[in-house]
């Protein structure tokens, strides 16, 4: 999402207005990352974990928020696993960072307690929509088991890739 799109998401002054700009791309016919696509991104994303020297859990989730791939590297937290499928649920849900969605859940913001819908939604980084070139939504990724900072830069790592398939 653009600067001005994330900026917008902290105007929101109703839940009506918060689902029109959700569905930015949700109506759009498209298809969802493929297991091919999936594969490359979880390389991408353990070599870019090496890289920070973190043992992470990485989930690719499509449109519909199942599991496409999944990979917990030697020695990742235990709990991880299940936060870094939930960030990628947020995230291809509402077709944003989950670290965006946290924003708007805090105390008084437009989406308080949002977390708790879903089946439990993670509202914190590492948590990215996968976007096609042209636009549209096709999944996401979720990625937990490190700080937020590198949780963010190994699933941006991906997302970047994906870009480009």
Known sequence: LSSGAVQRWFT???????????KFNMTTAASSVSR???????????????????????????????????????????GSIDVSLKKAKTAVYFGMDSEDIGGLSVPGGALYNIEHSNGG?????????????????????????SSVENDKIVAMAAQQLFKTL
């Open 12 to 22: 929101l002054t109703s839940f009506q207005e918060f689902d029109r700009f959700c």
């Open 36 to 78: 091919v696509a999936a594969e490359k991104l979880l390389q991408v994303a353990v070599a870019k974990s090496k890289e920070v020297d973190a043992k992470m859990n990485i989930s690719i989730v499509d449109l519909g928020a199942n599991l496409v791939a999944f990979i917990r590297m030697d020695g990742a937290i235990l």
């Open 121 to 145: 939604l993670i509202t914190f980084g590492g948590g990215m929509p996968l976007i096609t070139r042209d636009g549209a939504l096709a999944g996401a990724i979720g990625v937990s088991g």
